[in-house]
């Protein structure tokens, strides 16, 4: 089963930037749609961002504008550009593949911390 490898994260001041990576353990080249995900403390874990093998993007409302995601199938690897971040993205992020019917199907990584905050 496909696993993911998170990195990038860290600690960043309100406004400020950061960019995540996902490393596949194989290739993406055949995964149709490629999700970040995150979760807060207390909190379910959320999609907010989805990537299709033809690069369509779409976001959750509370990162639109914002986030960008893309995907390198060359590279087996999934980004997340992080822009005018807010004290409300603290969470761990993680990423995965995503199914037809929107389930989330690979082994889930470690994700990786952002904490937004002055």
């Known amino acids: 089963q496909v696993q993911f490898v998170e990195s990038g994260g860290g600690l960043v001041q309100p406004g400020g930037s950061l960019r995540l990576s996902c490393a596949s353990s194989?290739?993406?080249?055949?995964?149709?749609?490629m999700g970040w995900y995150r979760q807060a403390p207390g909190k379910q874990r959320e999609l907010v961002a989805r990537?299709?093998?033809?690069?369509?993007?779409n976001y959750a409302d509370s990162v639109k504008g914002r986030f960008t995601i893309s995907r390198d199938n060359a590279k087996n690897t999934v980004y997340l550009q992080m822009n005018n971040m807010k004290p409300e993205d603290t969470a761990v992020y993680y990423c995965?593949?995503?199914?037809?019917?929107?389930?989330?199907?690979?082994?889930w990584g470690q994700g990786t911390q952002v904490t937004v905050s002055s």
């Open positions: 995965n593949a995503i199914n037809p019917l929107g389930t989330a199907y690979g082994n």
């Open positions: 194989r290739s993406i080249f055949s995964i149709d749609n």
């Open positions: 990537i299709t093998r033809s690069g369509y993007t």
